[in-house]
């Protein structure tokens, strides 16, 4: 797979990074025709692909940054169980990625963000599934049963009002559950929760990692290539980028894909067009080997700002929010997940818990940069997703593929600019 020979081939087009992203869109430029080369520094669905919480999520259109999003902060910093920590260390650091934050919280704003990513992420049931089938990767993937969001009332539901109507107007379909009803339809629940949503056109997956690494098999079976290598520096001549410096040589490259997540920015800023991308910490608990049963649905508690997802390997819980930077993790904050789980699930006993930290590559108006560069015909982007890259990804490679392929792109792609901070 990996040779002198092929590090000196040039390929039509070149992808760096090996998580969902850069794989689906690899495997969707490659069925256009063109031959691809794939770099990653740790091997295929290593980070993120591998630990997020493996939901379809369709109805995620609405932006992190709502209006009094900002005003919650300090709450949320001074709970010990809250959703969201700041690494003291980091907090200088952070800020102007929060001020920019804080301007996407402005109501038209979140309407055009919204309206974006309502194109990326509404179709992502049947993106998968063209994606998937005919190769080992079908059985892997759920869809025809909601996603169920379970509060303790009505009036906890009510206090949603505002996202349940950006929702609303950009085609997510839901329907209310009370009473009885969210009971009957997912037993496993706490009876504190009296009051359900069940989103439609969602789905998910029993493994994202295994997900991630089966489209990968599919693009090596394909005729794709893959160098298992760390991109150091981009080689530019004239100007424009001409190779990729590793630590195992060069390699040249005509077209250039950046999609390496959360190490995008490095890439992107030696391009000349710098971003303000975070490495958003996210955590997950996995259970497995537990006394009880697990739930029917993947679960979403909006009051924790946790999704509970029953996998192949156990129950996952995933959640929170951490700016810390690439400092180690802080598993502290797996033990908080823990503990959700237990309020969501409380006849769920024992079993073997493993932990996870990912970093998330997040942009402050929760858009990722999709299309090309403003300053190179040859470089395009597909990074930035935070916490929607498994939805996001069927969209992004058929888009990236087009483009490359001097088709018109299936989306408008303006929002999505990365000269737009």
């Not at 797979?1 to 794989?23: R, W």
């Not at 063109?34 to 369709?58: F, K, M, Q, W, Y």
């Not at 690494?87 to 109501?107: D, K, T």
């Not at 180690?328 to 969501?344: E, F, K, N, Q």
């Amino acid at each position: 797979m990996e040779s002198a020979s092929l590090k000196t081939t040039v390929a039509d087009v070149t992808v760096v990074g090996a998580g969902v992203i850069g794989i689906v869109t690899a495997l969707e430029v490659l069925r256009r025709g063109h031959t691809v080369t794939l770099v990653e520094r740790d091997g295929p669905a290593g980070n993120c692909s591998r630990g997020n919480a493996g939901i379809l999520a369709a109805y995620g259109v609405a932006p992190l940054s709502l209006p009094g999003i900002l005003g919650k902060v300090p709450g949320m910093l001074l709970d010990p169980l809250g959703p969201l920590a700041i690494r003291r260390r980091h907090l200088f650091n952070v800020v102007p990625w929060l001020w920019r934050f804080w301007r996407s919280s402005e109501p038209a704003a979140v309407e055009a963000i919204a309206h974006a990513l309502e194109s990326l992420l509404g179709d992502t049931v049947a993106g998968y599934r063209n994606l998937v089938r005919g190769t080992g990767a079908e059985a892997l993937v759920r869809t025809g049963l909601p996603v169920l969001c379970a509060y303790e009332g009505r009036k906890a539901y009510e206090k949603d009002a505002f996202l349940w109507g950006v929702r609303q107007r950009h085609g997510v379909r839901w329907r209310v559950l009370e009473g009885g009803a969210l009971r009957e339809l997912e037993p496993a629940l706490a009876p504190r929760y009296r009051f359900g949503v069940a989103l439609e056109n969602c789905g998910y997956t029993l493994n994202p990692q295994r997900l991630a690494t089966t489209l990968f098999d599919t693009y090596l079976s394909e005729g794709g290539r893959y160098l298992r290598e760390e991109v150091l520096d981009i080689s530019m001549e004239d100007g424009h980028p001409r190779g990729l410096e590793t630590r195992g040589g060069r390699i040249p490259v005509r077209k250039l894909v950046v999609a390496c997540g959360a190490w995008s920015g490095r890439l992107a800023r030696r391009l000349g067009e710098p971003v303000p991308l975070q490495p958003e910490r996210g955590y997950h608990v996995t259970l497995s080997g537990f006394d009880g049963d697990a739930p029917r649905h993947p679960v979403i508690e909006p009051a924790r700002k946790v999704i509970a997802t029953p996998m192949e390997m156990g129950l996952r819980v995933a959640g929170m929010v951490e700016f810390g930077g690439f400092q180690p993790p802080d598993y502290r904050r797996s033990a908080i997940l823990r503990a959700h789980l237990s309020t969501l699930f409380p006849k769920i006993h024992a079993g073997t818990v493993s932990s996870w930290m990912g970093h998330r590559p997040s942009l402050p108006d929760s858009l990722p940069v999709i299309g090309p560069s403003v300053r190179h015909p040859s470089v395009y982007y597909a990074f930035g997703h935070q916490h929607v890259g498994l939805t996001g990804a069927p969209m992004t490679g058929r888009v990236i593929a087009e483009l490359v392929s001097g088709l018109p792109p299936a989306i408008d792609v303006a929002p999505f600019r990365i000269d737009r901070f």
